[in-house]
T-cell receptor, first 115, second 117 residues
Framework: GAGVSQSPRYKVAKRGQDVALRCDPI?????LFWYQQALGQGPEFLTY????????KSGLPSDRFFAERPEGSVSTLKIQRTQQEDSAVYLC?????????????FGPGTRLTVL | DQQVKQNSPSLSVQEGRISILNCDYT??????FLWYKKYPAEGPTFLIS?????DKNEDGRFTVFLNKSAKHLSLHIVPSQPGDSAVYFC????????????????FGKGTKLSVIP
């Protein structure tokens, strides 16, 4: 069956541009997570959706970051006025149930480079 | 302040020998631990997990050991194979029922394992 997919796989943006990153989770998965992975670091939590409800956005680094999952399936992470420190791999993960100790299935990530 | 630490950035092991990857944590609310494996240009894939009520969990060649008093866990791979070469991430979570109510996984920085044929 299809896993988690993300698009685009690579994105180069000029500083100040807005970007939108898409995540297609595994069909039927209730939970959806976004993580940011900087070079040489582990993934860091950004935000969590349970169906269409954004239950936790404590990891979003600034108000330039916005995520949505309007119909409880596809999710979009939007970054406004990108800055060089936003350069990272953005990972999306989904899991069947509500709690983080259920296995999270990760997508391949979107590598964002801000020039 | 890193709550999950993997102090060895890299490890090289001969094929057929044991690989031991270590992980330490500081947050006493963590009660569920996972190991993920990551190949280049792919997302992490789940490998094995352990809850704090156990001290060992085994799945084929992979065994995870948990020492709660030391806040330390380790992943043993026996025997190591060249296909095991990847970056291994330790991750921790606080159970919803413990009152910490966390949906989040907190990851270490990873250890790059190279298995030499």
């Amino acid at each position: 069956g299809a896993g988690v997919s993300q698009s685009p796989r690579y994105k180069v943006a000029k500083r100040g541009q807005d970007v939108a990153l898409r995540c297609d989770p595994i069909s039927g998965h209730v939970s959806l997570f976004w993580y940011q992975q900087a070079l040489g670091q582990g993934p860091e939590f950004l935000t969590y959706f349970q169906n269409e409800a954004q239950l936790d956005k404590s990891g979003l680094p600034s108000d330039r970051f916005f995520a949505e999952r309007p119909e409880g399936s596809v999710s979009t992470l939007k970054i406004q006025r990108t800055q060089q420190e936003d350069s990272a791999v953005y990972l999306c993960a989904s899991s069947l149930q509500e709690y983080s100790y259920n296995e999270q299935f990760f997508g391949p990530g979107t590598r964002l480079t801000v020039l | 302040d890193q709550q999950v630490k993997q102090n060895s950035p890299s490890l090289s092991v001969q094929e057929g020998r044991i690989s031991i990857l270590n992980c330490d944590y500081t947050n006493s609310m963590f009660d569920y631990f996972l190991w993920y494996k990551k190949y280049p240009a792919e997302g992490p894939t789940f490998l094995i997990s352990i809850s704090s009520i156990k001290d060992k969990n085994e799945d084929g060649r992979f065994t995870v050991f948990l020492n709660k008093s030391a806040k330390h866990l380790s992943l043993h791979i026996v025997p190591s194979q060249p296909g095991d070469s990847a970056v291994y991430f330790c991750a921790a979570s606080a159970s919803f029922y413990s009152g910490a109510g966390s949906y989040q996984l907190t990851f270490g920085k990873g250890t790059k394992l190279s298995v030499i044929p």
